[in-house]
């Protein structure tokens, strides 16, 4: 379960094409460290996870990934697109301990204030069917 948002929900390697935008803006938004929960299902207690987001200097986001209590390596995130309202991220590759393989996520949330939630889904890395799919809930906890 631990793996379920690598998700992020969150400073690594990021693909080009995937800024809006300089410095400012509405990517300033997601820059900070956000805390939350994964669930696989409504009635799941979820997963923990931190996400640090952080502009750089090409004026596009990247982010990190970790698990609070688990020795799993942070995961990178990639932003593929973004706006004020809402964010688009692709996570991984990584292993999820809840699927027993590598995986990548896509995970597609709405932010509104400090409060970020949404929709994920994982995918083998060389693409094919859905492997899982889930919900999950975060707040910025500092800028």
């Known amino acids: 379960m631990r793996s379920l948002l690598c998700a992020a929900l969150v400073v690594a390697a990021c693909a080009s094409g995937e800024k809006t935008g300089t410095t400012g803006g509405p990517g300033q938004k997601y820059v900070g460290t956000w805390e939350g929960r994964s669930y696989r299902t409504p009635s799941d207690t979820g997963v923990?996870?931190?996400?640090?987001?952080?502009?750089v200097a090409d004026g596009t986001l990247r982010g990190t990934l970790t698990y609070p209590g688990s020795t799993a390596p942070p995961v990178a995130i990639r932003v593929r697109e973004y706006s004020d309202t809402s964010i688009v991220e692709e996570f991984g590759p990584y292993h999820s301990m809840v699927a027993g393989k590598d995986v990548v996520a896509r995970a597609v949330g709405r932010v509104a204030g400090d409060s970020l939630n949404g929709t994920?889904?994982?995918r083998p890395p060389e693409g094919g069917n859905v492997i899982m799919t889930?919900?999950?809930r975060g707040r910025r906890v500092s800028p």
């Open 120 to 122: 994920f889904e994982m």
């Open 134 to 136: 889930g919900t999950f």
């Open 48 to 55: 923990p996870w931190q996400v640090i987001m952080a502009r």
